[in-house]
């Protein structure tokens, strides 16, 4: 039964009264642009109208740019439906499929349509797609726009709606066929913008969070009542940010600091950012208790993804985490960066839905007007790796020339079609290879699909090779207490876990023990891993396993037959807990996982200076052999992360027998880290890295037959790193 009280709020939308014209356009209209306000009901509200009034739509497809969003609005829609959530209306997001054969209604990420578009173009389950949030413009999202457009060519019964909460959608409906614009007609207050003096957006970085902090305290103590939203860039700082103003609050005397003391008198947080439990807190929804504010720290998904009602206050910090090509390594970075002006307008308008309110720029005007118009379409700041393959595998030839709504730079996708060539994916002339279509049964991410084919295929350890690519695939499972004393503990118990080979057999270790203890959670909070993290590997595992199942690839160990009983590994446990791992691990072929890992992260592959503690990328340094040539010192040094089995200050193996190791991503704080790190024995790439040198007589983009104009050269793989690097990225954490 649906209560009253939901019925009551959906109702009282602005978005309700105009249901029927609603539903009307989307009866008489095959293509449509709808945009509206955000929180004008648009996610929730239409698919709802639909599923009430077409009764014989058999699958009705809404996409959402992330996972979280996904998963909320569904739980939300389905309770407002009256039904539970996997039933009438399910989610689906990589890895987690909450639908069924009843289900009408499924929200899914947009990389999850975009995957299903891979495997049938047609998209024949659904009668109805929903392209929501359009605005987002993520890669995923551009480019199941050019994918729809030929879908509808193949079957104009498709209603396909495209959903944006900004006016300038014209490139929409001119995209799709010039189809018809619905404007939700919204109201909106007026919300009162205050700029910080004389703040410098640049200079901000280092202080933002403190600052978003003190602001929130000044509004709580110095403000009439209404609810406070903060803008952060991800989970560490939300979290720090949620503990520092509970400090804080904690400390008030609030008849005498807090003004407006009659009527607040006491303060609720919460955090939103991408790894919340299902937005564990629905509170976040509701109205606080009475006399109490509610402030709430959130990612950039609270900008129109997700409205939080009562917000009278918005805190902007003027920044976002974001997603970033670094041309040094051919992959994207996360980046901590400033946000556009449309970005900007969008925040301080979470302000003013209900009544006026005001909103709190942590940075000057003259910044303000200084920042880019628009934020830049994911699809021209992004690797297309991902993209590249999909786009081959559905049988596109030309990628230059496919329909993109703005297509990206000329070199980002040769940058992909490189890559692809370097995993054997497509050949010399563009094609998908065998390899490359085995590649594409994975959700996951070309290099990593690479080398669990080859472990399947060639090296003999697809089982244990399964399990450190689901590691690879899931959120962190090392726990980072803030404290330094923790720090040191945790630190001498995750030694237990470290193989002197380097990350990726210590992630098998870390699964192993886990699996030991009976997936226990328990053992992962004294071993202070992310018990969330490792049970989810657990799953993708399982489901990867499945995948292989179905396709017939042989799932392989390589665990060698004598000590196979694990009584045995009990009483060692028992003797020396730090050999229990360490022997376990001798127990597998450790070289044919790392060698499986070696067909892709040898495009990752680094050399350590001959004298001091660097490595230098292959490709780059030119180290043809054994030298290391760097005229003009101009080559990034990279270091290994303290996270890894592999730093010096683990004393786990000494850097002097490191000469080659492999490499997942670089992470820029004050130096260039090299993340999950492992050993590599040179004999296994020498063959694999003359490609980069044929990478110069290829020509990738040339399956049309058409001849093309390659702008870029050979000396692409060579970074030239300018000297202002570093200081241009913010570390991620
Ligand atoms: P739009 O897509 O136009 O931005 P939504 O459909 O997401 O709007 O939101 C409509 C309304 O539903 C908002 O007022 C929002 O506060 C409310 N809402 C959305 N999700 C939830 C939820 N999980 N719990 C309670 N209210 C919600
Ligand atoms: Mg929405």
Known sequence: ?????????????????????????????????????????????????????????????????????????????????????????????????????????????????????????????YDIIIIDEAHERTLETDVLFGLLKETYRLRPELKILIMSATLNVEKFSDFFNECPIFIIPGRTYDVAINHHRDAKISSLKSTYVQRAVDTALYIHTQE????????????????????????????????????????????????????????????????????????????????????????????????????????????????????????????????????????????????????????????????????????????????????????????????????????????ENGKLTPLGDEMCIFPLNPFLSRVLVASARQFECSKEVSTIVAMLSVEEVFFSPRNEEKLFEVN?????????????????????????????????????????????????????????????????????????????????????????????????????ILESFSTSYYIHLAKRHPHRPVFYHYASAKVHTNEIVDSNNSLLALHISPTSALHPDNKIVKINNLDWVMYHSVLYTSKALMKVVSKVNFEWVEEKIKLFKKLETVNLNNESGEKQNDKSNSDDESVVIESDRIERYVMEE
């Open 224 to 427: 009439p009542p209404g609810d406070i939203l903060v803008f952060l860039t991800g989970q560490y700082e939300i979290e720090k940010a949620c503990l520092d103003l509970d400090d804080r609050a904690r400390e008030l005397n609030y008849r005498k600091d807090v003004k407006y003391y009659n009527e607040i008198k006491d303060l609720v947080i919460y955090p939103i950012h991408a790894t919340l439990e299902t937005m564990e807190q629905k509170a976040i929804f509701e109205d606080p208790p009475r006399g109490t504010r509610k402030v709430v720290f959130a990612t950039n998904i609270a900008q129109t993804s997700v409205t939080i009602p009562g917000i009278k206050y918005v805190i902007d910090t003027g920044f976002v985490k974001q997603k970033t090509y670094d041309p040094s390594t051919g992959m994207d970075a996360l980046l901590v960066v400033p946000i556009s002006k449309a970005a900007a307008t969008q925040r301080a308008g979470r302000a003013g839905r209900t009544a006026p309110g005001k909103a709190f720029r942590l940075y000057s005007r003259e910044s303000f007007e200084q920042m880019e118009e628009e934020t830049v379409p994911e699809i021209q700041r992004s690797s297309l790796l991902g993209t590249v393959l999909s786009l081959k595998k559905m049988g596109i030839k030309d990628i230059i020339r496919f329909e993109f709504i703005d297509p990206p730079d000329h070199i980002l996708v040769m940058n992909a079609l490189k890559q692809l060539f370097l995993l054997e994916a497509i050949d």
């Open 492 to 592: 001498e118990k995750r030694k237990e876990f470290y193989h002197p080979s380097g990350d990726y057999i210590t992630l098998l270790n870390i699964f192993e023990g886990y699996r030991d203890s009976g997936y226990d959670k328990d053992w992962c909070r004294d071993k202070y891993f992310n018990h969330r993290a490792l049970s989810m590997a657990k799953s993708v595992r399982d489901q990867l396993r499945e995948l292989m199942q179905k396709h017939e690839i042989p799932i392989i160990s390589c665990r060698q037959k004598e000590n196979r009983e694990d009584g045995e590994d009990i009483h060692r446990k028992k003797r020396s807990k730090r050999s229990y791992y360490e022997t376990k691990a001798r127990k597998y072929d450790v070289s044919k």
């Open 1 to 125: 039964m649906v209560s009253q009280r939901i019925i009551k709020q959906r109702e009282s939308l602005p978005i309700f009264q105009f249901r029927q014209k609603i539903i009307d356009a989307i009866k008489s209209q095959n293509l449509l642009v709808i945009i509206g306000e955000t929180g004008s009901g648009k996610t929730t509200q239409i698919p709802q109208y639909i599923l009430e009034s077409f009764e014989d739509c058999r699958l009705i497809g809404v996409t959402q740019p992330r996972r979280i969003a996904a998963i909320t609005v569904a739980n939300r829609v389905s309770e407002e439906h009256g039904t539970r959530i996997g039933d009438e209306v399910g989610y689906c997001i990589r890895f987690d499929d909450c639908t069924s054969s009843r289900t009408r209604l499924k929200y899914m990420t947009d990389g999850v349509l975009l995957r299903e578009a891979t495997l049938d173009p047609r998209l024949e389950h």
